[in-house]
């Protein structure tokens, strides 16, 4: 008998390797709030008001302006509003790993966004609260 295994447990393997491919979208519950945030980003937002982000130094194409969007709108929401939490977060936290599509922005690329887009931030969260209401 193996120290992770007894007639009493069930079998712990932590480096068992999955058959299939985990979908994130499983992994999240659908009536969590990253999924509102994304929902409303999609339908309500017209993303051609926010400027994207800066391509990356080796000029490869910049990430979609409507995934860093709700990335920084979920960090608000939950109590994560800097852009290094929220970089760090894209590979520890199942919500906003699944906002990402596993895409993981840097925080500077994040930080940009921001700045660049900070005056329709502040309508865009006032507009998302009284939505939630």
């Given amino acids: 008998m193996?120290?992770?295994?007894?007639?009493n447990f069930r079998r712990y393997v932590p480096n068992q390797n999955l058959l299939l491919p985990p979908s994130l979208n499983d992994w999240l519950p659908e009536d969590h709030l990253a999924r509102f945030i994304s929902e409303f980003v999609d339908r309500q937002i017209d993303l051609a008001l926010f400027s994207g982000a800066t391509t990356t130094?080796?000029?490869?194409?910049g990430p979609f302006p409507g995934m860093l969007l709700k990335l920084l709108?979920?960090?608000?929401?939950?109590?994560?509003?800097?852009?290094?939490?929220?970089?760090?977060t894209t590979y520890d936290d199942v919500a906003f790993r699944w906002i990402a599509a596993d895409q993981h922005?840097?925080?500077?690329?994040?930080?940009?966004?921001?700045?660049?887009?900070?005056?329709n931030f502040h309508a865009l969260f006032l507009r998302m609260l009284k939505l939630s209401q």
């Fill in 57 to 61: 130094p080796r000029r490869e194409h």
């Fill in 105 to 119: 922005p840097s925080y500077s690329t994040l930080v940009r966004f921001r700045e660049r887009n900070l005056g």
């Fill in 73 to 88: 709108l979920y960090g608000y929401c939950i109590g994560t509003p800097t852009s290094r939490k929220v970089a760090r």
């Fill in 2 to 7: 193996t120290p992770n295994s007894s007639p």
